[in-house]
């Protein structure tokens, strides 16, 4: 049996990915791993923020971009401000859509709270995969703190597939926490 555990523990081992960790000066850190194998890139704004981006190998079309915003003091967002803001985000993509309609999903983060809506490109359904142009597209966001907020872009050829998954698993992973 020791054997086994020990079998099924090194088999885990390639799951997981380190997390990458983003200083935020006085807002904490913020932290998330990648999806084995994809890079993560991180670009400060102008405006007070970070362009975060997940890209997979070569052989994978998808991407997954966080635009980690600081929210200013005193602008509190509940759980049904942020739902109300990824349905407002979400009405440019419902025409061009197969479901023509906005259906709320959770994130499932540790802290805070996130939404997002899924819509397939009715013009891609069908059609062979093309490099950087995607089938489907998630778009949402997470609350993490009072100071973190964090606009979600997944892109993808398929929304039930390993790498939407993926993707899901590292944005519900991601979290902020307290300055080094």
């Known amino acids: ?67 980690l915003v600081f929210v200013p003091s005193g602008e509190p967002l509940s759980k049904q401000d942020i739902q109300e803001k990824v349905l407002a985000i979400s009405d440019q993509f419902v025409e061009a859509s197969v479901e023509k309609k906005k259906v709320l999903h959770d994130f499932a983060v540790s802290t805070g709270y996130g939404a997002y809506c899924i819509f397939t490109d009715a013009t891609r359904v069908g059609l062979p995969p093309e490099k950087d142009s995607f089938k489907s597209v998630a778009s949402g966001m997470v609350r993490f703190n009072d100071d973190v907020t964090v606009a979600v872009i997944l892109l993808t050829d398929d929304a039930k597939g390993a790498d939407f998954e993926a993707m899901l698993k590292a944005v519900s992973g991601a979290s902020v926490g307290p300055g080094k």
């Open 1 to 67: 049996m020791k054997h086994t555990i020990s079998l099924l523990a090194l088999l885990l081992l390639p799951l997981s990915a380190p997390a990458e960790t983003l200083d935020l000066g006085p807002h904490g850190t913020f932290s998330i791993a990648p999806p084995k194998g994809w890079t993560y890139t991180a670009t400060k704004e102008e405006d007070s923020g970070f362009l975060i981006v997940l890209a997979p190998p070569a052989n994978v079309n998808a991407r997954c971009v966080l635009n």
